[in-house]
């Protein structure tokens, strides 16, 4: 059974930069498309990256281009996603999310129902 564990959540500031981990055992990293998701409170779940399997295709939430990059260490079988320029409105539970399938994180967008598997999420709050 694949698990996903997340890590490095927090408290930062506007304009700061944060990266959470996703950490994955039980299966091999490079067999899984990996997502990230965000939830805040009130708001349904969002995909916001993904990297398809054997990190092949990136795609990145409109919200979220140029300032987040998801990457993956296949050696430690760990997904990251750095985020820069932090805004309030990145404030959101952070999920890593994985599926075997070579057809998710395919244009156009990133679906929740595509992944199987999911860790417990990770805090990260915008505030000054």
């Known amino acids: 059974q694949l698990q996903l564990v997340e890590s490095g959540g927090g408290l930062v500031q506007p304009g700061g930069s944060l990266r959470v981990s996703c950490e994955v055992s039980?299966?091999?990293?490079?067999?899984?498309?990996i997502g990230w998701f965000r939830q805040a409170p009130g708001k349904l779940r969002e995909g916001v990256a993904c990297s398809s399997v054997s990190g092949g295709r990136t795609l990145y939430a409109h919200s979220v281009k140029g300032r987040f990059t998801i990457s993956r260490d296949n050696t430690k079988n760990a997904v990251y996603l750095q985020m820069n320029s932090l805004k309030p409105e990145d404030t959101a539970v952070y999920y890593c999310?994985?599926?075997?399938?070579?057809?998710?994180?395919?244009?156009?967008?990133?679906?929740?129902?595509?992944?199987?598997?999911w860790g417990q999420g990770t805090q990260v709050t915008v505030s000054s």
């Open positions: 999310a994985a599926d075997r399938s070579g057809f998710v994180c395919n244009d156009p967008g990133i679906y929740r129902h595509e992944y199987d598997y």
């Open positions: 039980g299966g091999i990293l490079d067999f899984y498309a």
